[in-house]
Each structure stands twice: as C-alpha cells, then as structure tokens.
C-alpha cells in the first residue's frame, strides 16, 4: 500500500489506519462497539496514520478532548442542540437579498455556540456528517417555507455538501424527501461541492450532479482556486455557480491577486456561470467585485450568519440594498 500510484501523471499515496474494538471486552452493544472503534481509529490516524490502534479504556491524552467532542454530538443530535443559521447573499444587480448560505452552528449546554470547524472535522471521521447533512437539508427546507410564507418567493438557500454524502448514496433521496415534505421545488436549493469532494472523477459522481440537476436544484463549486484541478472540474461537472473563495477576496488590493480575481469571473463567465464572492467585508472589496462583474456578494460587509428569526427581519428590512 506504501507505493504510488498515478492517475493523469500525477502521483498519489494511500495509506491505511485502522481502530479495532473487541467484543465484549470494550462493549457489548454494536452502537457502543462502534464508537470506541472510531475512537482508536481517529488515535491512528492523529498518530500520523498507516498504523493500527486498539481502543483502550485510558484513552491517550491526544484524543481526550475529540473522544468527548465525538460523545457529546452524537448527544447533541439527539437532544436537538443544532442550529442552522443564514448568511444573506446580495445581488448586485437586483440591489436585493437573492438567498442565504446554510451555516451549521451546535448551541452546546456546557461551551455555548460553537462554530462548525471545531466539530465537523469530527463529525466527517465518523457516521455523523450523513446525520448532520440530513437535519441541515430539513432545517433549510423548512425555513424557506417560512419565508415563502411571509411573502419571500424567490429566495434560494445553498447548503454545504461533503465528499461522504456524495459517496454514500443517499443524497439525491435526501433532496427529494427533504423538498417533498415541505413541498417546495428545487430551485429554492444549491448545492455548494468543495473540489476537494470531487476528487473522485468517476461517472458515478457526474451521473449523481446531472441527476440532481434534473430536480431543478442548482450546483456551485465552493471555495474555487484553492485545489489543484479547478479548470478541470470546470469542464467536467454541469455547474451553475462559481464561488470565489474568501481567501483571494482577502486580498483584494494586490495588483496580483485581484488580476487572478478578474480572471476566475471572466472565465466563469464565459461559461455562463453566476459568479459569488465570500468573504466581503470592506467597501474596496465590495466596488472591485462590482466592476468586474461579479454577480452576488455574501459577507460581514452586509450580514453576520443569522439566525431564523433575525433572517426573516433582515428580509423584511432591506428590501433594497444600497451596492
């Protein structure tokens, strides 16, 4: 398993981590046996992988705190502790909120609100990124009826998508059951795809996108120019949105990198994409942005994530947006 492999002359690595947990002496029930399972799994891989771990009872120091950050979400999930909040994306050609992004938060008993890069990691190790994917679906869907109900029709929500709901075979029943139970068409719904979760090239991901598309729903690729094959999956995969990541909206002001930014929305563009940065937090950003065509903006320039009830207020209150 140690040598490479290459696909298209570039070459790869795998490695191999394995946790083991034996019955009956780490526990008798197969939910408890999984659990102390995962656990000695994430110890090798925190270990630097391609190692074996059996789980113990003294659990090592290094994984304390993600051993009780693993317990208490699956607590979490249970007792209902997650929170979908709503960030506003603004048009700049309608000076109007377009829609939101779906942002999980965990309103934790003990540590108060915490934010998603301290739990999702965890979460996406083990089973819990499916559950997790699943509530923030219904939550969405749920919150747009809301908002068609207060008289907001148009408005679309994107929601996150990770490689394991892409690869596990339940997101497209998911969409459906998700849009079925709150009877709203899909083209209230985007999906935001990282590059990194489409480094699977295989048809059966391609198949999966033309079939969700064919629901109506919409598909943007997240936080694009930070992996290594982003013109590829351009061509390759039938999406309606690019986004543009934070990371270069940051540096709006460099002569280089804002050249990159015109770039990246003239090739979007060209190929009849709508083009949205995040990240916008000054008004530099904001007109930069706007002169080179970009479409929708989203960012602490115009709203912090909200939750359901300040989101609702936020429509009522900006029905035009001075951009």
């Given amino acids: 398993m140690n040598k490479p492999f290459y696909i298209n002359l570039q070459e790869h690595f795998i490695t191999v981590s394995i946790?083991?947990?034996?019955y009956p002496e780490h526990g008798r029930q197969i939910d408890s046996l999984n659990i102390h399972a995962e656990q000695a799994l994430a110890e090798a891989k925190q270990l630097g992988g391609n190692t074996i771990r059996?789980?113990?009872?003294?659990?090592?120091?290094?994984?304390?705190?993600?051993?009780?950050?693993?317990?208490d979400l699956r607590q979490a999930i249970k007792n209902k502790e997650l929170i979908v909040y709503y960030q506003p994306k603004i048009s700049l050609t309608s000076k109007k909120v377009y829609g939101f992004e779906a942002?999980?938060?965990?309103?934790h008993p003990v540590r108060g609100l915490i934010a998603p890069d301290t739990f999702l990691p965890f979460a996406e190790e083990s089973s819990l990124i499916s559950e997790i994917g699943y509530f923030v679906l219904l939550e969405t869907c749920k919150q747009i009826k809301s908002w068609i109900n207060h008289g907001f029709p148009d408005i679309s929500v994107s929601v996150n998508i990770v490689a394991q709901q892409i690869h596990r075979g339940?997101?497209?029943?998911?969409?459906?059951?998700?849009?079925?139970?709150?009877?709203?068409?899909?083209h209230h719904l985007e999906l935001e795809i990282t590059e990194s979760s489409l480094i699977d090239h295989s048809k059966n991901v391609e198949k999966l996108l033309e079939q969700i598309k064919k629901e109506n729903i919409s598909i943007s690729l997240d936080d694009f120019g930070t992996g290594y094959s982003s013109l590829a999956y351009l061509t390759r995969y039938p999406f309606d949105t690019l986004k543009i990541d934070r990371a270069f909206v940051n540096k709006i002001g460099d002569h280089k990198d804002e050249a990159i930014i015109t770039a990246m929305i003239a090739m979007g563009k060209a190929m009849g994409m709508n083009i949205v940065?995040?990240?916008?937090?000054?008004?530099?950003?904001?007109?930069?942005?706007?002169?080179?065509?970009?479409?929708?903006?989203?960012?602490?320039?115009?709203?912090?994530?909200?939750?359901?009830?300040?989101?609702?207020?936020?429509?009522?209150?900006?029905?035009?947006?001075?951009?």
Avoid: M
């Fill in 19 to 22: 946790g083991v947990a034996l």
């Fill in 54 to 71: 059996l789980y113990s009872h003294k659990a090592s120091p290094l994984l304390n705190s993600s051993i009780n950050l693993d317990r």
């Fill in 103 to 107: 942002l999980i938060r965990w309103n």
């Fill in 170 to 186: 339940r997101l497209l029943t998911d969409l459906k059951e998700a849009l079925e139970l709150y009877n709203i068409d899909g």
């Fill in 277 to 323: 940065a995040e990240g916008v937090e000054t008004i530099e950003q904001v007109n930069f942005l706007k002169h080179q065509g970009c479409d929708i903006l989203q960012g602490f320039y115009f709203s912090k994530p909200l939750n359901a009830l300040e989101s609702t207020e936020f429509l009522k209150q900006h029905k035009l947006i001075a951009v």
